[in-house]
């Protein structure tokens, strides 16, 4: 028997910037509202019968919230964000450059420490920039 759990928590409010090499709105500092959706699975639930824990999924995905991704742009200190309500946090940093197929991919290593150890493997991490775009992130 195959148990599959989905975790989703919308909105993840993030700020970012891009430096594409050609013209786009993208290129100014920016935020999304994201939606994540996370698939972990496993033949064996684990010793409080669970896939796993729900809490400890969101907890890992709510690290992001109110942050930036990436490097701060030029004239950007960490003392101006803050004043905004926007935390830099270590892991957000590695988002670089901080597209949605980037922050999908860093949110898929970081859920899989979560399942480390556990019967539970994580399957994939969708990311949803807008309603209409997104990314998946899988180990297939």
């Not at 975790?7 to 935020?31: F, Q």
């Not at 919230?65 to 990436?70: A, E, I, P, R, S």
């Not at 420490?113 to 019967?119: A, I, S």
Request: net charge negative; with cysteine.
């Amino acid at each position: 028997m195959l148990y599959e759990v989905k975790v989703v928590v919308d909105p993840v409010c993030i700020a970012h910037k891009l430096s594409l090499p050609y013209e786009s709105r993208c290129n100014h500092l920016h935020g999304h509202g994201y939606r994540v959706e996370a698939i972990v699975s496993t033949h064996n639930l684990d010793a409080n019968g669970m896939v796993i824990d729900f809490t400890f999924l969101k907890k890992s995905i709510m690290q992001f919230d109110h942050t930036f991704l990436g490097k701060l742009p030029k004239g950007i200190t960490p003392e101006m964000l803050d004043g905004l309500g926007v935390e830099l946090v270590s892991r957000a940093a590695e988002v670089e450059p901080s597209t949605a197929e980037n922050f999908a991919r860093v949110l898929f290593n970081e859920l899989q420490k979560v399942t480390y150890g556990t019967p539970a493997q994580l399957v994939q991490v969708t990311v949803w920039e807008t309603p209409s775009n997104s990314v998946t992130v899988s180990d297939r």
